[in-house]
């Protein structure tokens, strides 16, 4: 299966539709939803509309002997796919395009699509977990996830199927427990995990390390600068080989190997209408991190710094309203419209959201 073209791969979709009864084949759907992705067909109708402006294009994939089926027929087809089976599908040939690299960072993240949910009908709204190839530009995966609360489940449950071998993950602070990092040593990655309050010692203990550090003139073992139109970002790193010592709990965490600050400086100026000195407001954050990773302030600087592109890839995506039926029963066809809208992001991945939309006009 891993060398089938997409097209192939549909068929391993279970189609629980009765044989005699079925007149479009769950290829051809799935052939158009993709297609009518990338074009920006967010909802059935537009994929109907679209379907049927490009009907002659379709045709030299599959026959579509019957046309392009209704928006009705659309919604309850994907009512109906099971999402884990869709992801299933999807996998294979994400890892055929994958071209791992060494230290590559995946930045994984959750994400509430953007109108999942509907009060009135009691449906809830869909929160996912993905997995995203910073420097590919790829989704490697994605996990369904009750809440955010539940990411903890979800993280390592989509570890253990991503091939991961070699990469940096890079996991925000709901990812920052122990059974991530073991999940994520499993797959043979490093991890670079963000600690907040939800490991408050961690935390603490990380905070008057870096503290004793600095009131001694600890200077940061790499800094980037970068800016425009008005911003200058300067990123500090500090980081401090600790092997899993010198921190309360750090044996809890498998194969520690460092803690690091991350210090970002934003610098906005203000309007001027003449020459000299320039005026504007600062904002300094800090972040701390724990890491497998040698204490390497560079690499862990840039794995920081890649992680923002999960936002850009993966979660605008997400944050386009999914545009279906909004009635109880509908959750199947959110996952999975989910998964061919991120999906089909890595086609067009290096134009940008507004040439993606503008890729087939119809």
Known sequence: MSEAPLIDSFAEIEDSRCARNTLYPIEEILLLSICGAISGADDFVALEEFGESKLDWLRGFLPFKRGVPSHDTLGRVFGQIEPSAFERCFRPQARRVQEKTDGEVVAIDGKTACGSGDRASGTEQLHLVGAWATEQE????????????????????????LALEGCNAWIDAMG?????????????????????????????????????????????GYTDVDGGHGRVETRRCWAIDVEGRGLVDGSRW??????????????????????GPVDGETETKRRYLI?????DA?????????HWQIENGLHWVLGVPLQGRSQPGADPFKEDHSQVRTRSRKITARCGPGMQRRTWPW
Do not use: W
Request: charged share 35%.
């Open 291 to 295: 890491s497998s990773l040698e204490a």
């Open 298 to 306: 560079e690499k862990i600087l840039e794995a920081s710094r890649q």
């Open 254 to 275: 498998p194969e520690l190997q460092s803690v690091a600050l991350v210090e970002t400086e934003r610098f906005v100026a203000e309007p001027q209408e003449e020459a």
């Open 176 to 220: 920052c427990q122990t059974s991530v990092a073991e999940a994520t040593q499993g797959a043979k990655a490093d991890y670079v995990l963000r600690v907040k309050d939800n490991q408050e010692s961690l935390r603490s203990d990380i905070e008057r390390l870096f503290e004793r550090r600095l009131d001694r003139g600890f200077k940061p």
């Open 138 to 161: 790829l989704m490697l995966g994605q996990r369904r996830s009750e809440d955010g609360a539940d990411e903890i489940e979800a993280i390592p449950q989509l570890l253990e199927v």
